[in-house]
């Protein structure tokens, strides 16, 4: 497995917001927000791809953007970065009404990540243990849905999670509303790792991959 890597404090721009909002104030901060998927959700209707795989793999794409959301603590402490972050996300067993927790190498081709991703899916769907592949590597980042209920606002309380870098996201169910399809997205941010800035632009890359759905049958 790949090491994060160390930042250069000396030419950091956010050294002093990191070490603040670690040591000094650590806090955590959420955000939701209803994203236009129409586009998405169409594209979606004919083709044979699942709809929470392109989800994840859509996060995914946009969180290995940014440094932001790629963050990571080394064992003595120091700011560093993964060059690649994989997405860890639930799997419902309908029958036990318990999930499962699995991950898969984030792949930027959309079809082979589907591939993967949907056989685990499917599998996972009748996991009876939480962490049917073991633990999860650090290097993994989580989502989770929650296509039974919609939305407008989300909040984890984690215990002892200002060490927990990186970006957790949280879906609801579709809401139509004058036309449009919306998806409601939820993201818990550690405010040493990301501002407001940067979360706000994650989003909108979000927002514009689901736009130009074109990738979903690629």
């Known amino acids: 497995m790949t090491s994060p890597e160390l930042i250069d404090l000396d030419t950091w721009p956010r050294r002093e917001t990191f070490e603040h909002y670690r040591h000094r104030v650590p806090c955590t901060y959420a955000i939701t927000v209803e994203i236009d998927v129409s586009a998405f959700a169409a594209a979606l209707r004919t083709s044979s791809r699942k709809t929470y795989v392109a989800q994840i793999w859509a ?16 064992d003595t402490g120091e700011a560093a970065s993964w ?7 639930t799997v419902f067993n309908a029958e036990r009404e318990t999930f499962a927790a699995v991950w898969a190498p984030y792949d930027p081709d959309f079809g082979r990540f589907h591939e993967r991703a949907a056989e685990l899916l499917a599998t996972a769907a009748s996991a009876t243990t939480m962490f049917p ?10 989502v989770s849905s929650l296509p039974w209920t919609s939305f407008t606002g ?15 996201f949280t879906l609801g169910r579709y809401v139509e509303r004058d036309g449009r399809t919306l998806l409601p997205v939820a993201v818990q941010i550690h405010h040493a790792a990301a501002d407001g800035f940067h979360t706000a632009r994650l989003l909108s890359d979000l927002e514009q991959l689901l736009a130009d759905a074109s990738w979903v049958g690629a």
């Open 83 to 89: 060059p690649v972050v994989h997405p860890a996300f």
């Open 154 to 168: 989300f909040t984890l309380q984690i215990d002892g999670g200002t060490s927990h870098l990186l970006p957790i």
């Open 133 to 142: 592949q073991g633990d999860l590597p650090p290097n993994a980042f989580d």
């Open 59 to 74: 996060i995914a794409t946009v969180v290995n953007r940014f440094r932001e959301f790629r963050m990571a603590l080394t």
